[in-house]
């Protein structure tokens, strides 16, 4: 019928290679997975270690803009905690720190222990 018969290998073939076949046959995964890190990893990597230090950068009087699309002034910047952003005139609001997508323009850091 369609069966065609199945032959043993000689008991010699099954191991001529050994560790030269297998280094071979595990070429290409290597070579895959180098070019992954270089290619996608490692420059994702970068890209969150600057996001984080631009998060804990922030500080009071700086524009930021969220993710959901608002843009405000910080009026209140605690390390480690939410901002209080200005949206508008007396309209402020509660922000997570880790929500926001770009700090527009830094300002000067604030004295709030200069004599009036």
């Known amino acids: 019928m369609f069966v065609t018969p199945a032959f043993a290998q000689d008991a010699g073939a099954v191991g001529a ?3 030269a076949d297998v280094l071979i046959q595990l070429m290409p995964i290597a070579l895959l997975v180098v070019i992954f890190w ?3 990893f490692r420059p994702q990597q970068k890209r969150l270690k600057a996001q984080q230090a631009m998060l804990s950068a922030i500080r009071r009087g700086d524009t930021v803009v ?3 699309g608002l843009v405000g002034k910080v009026t209140k910047a ?6 209080e952003v200005e949206i508008s005139q007396g ?3 509660k922000v997570v720190r880790g929500m ?3 700090v527009r323009s830094k300002a000067e850091p604030v004295n709030d222990n200069k004599p009036a």
Do not use: P, Q
């Open 91 to 93: 309209v402020k609001v």
């Open 66 to 68: 969220t993710t959901g």
């Open 38 to 40: 270089l290619l996608i």
């Open 78 to 83: 605690v390390e480690g905690e939410d901002l």
């Open 100 to 102: 926001v997508a770009d």
């Open 17 to 19: 290679g050994g560790f």
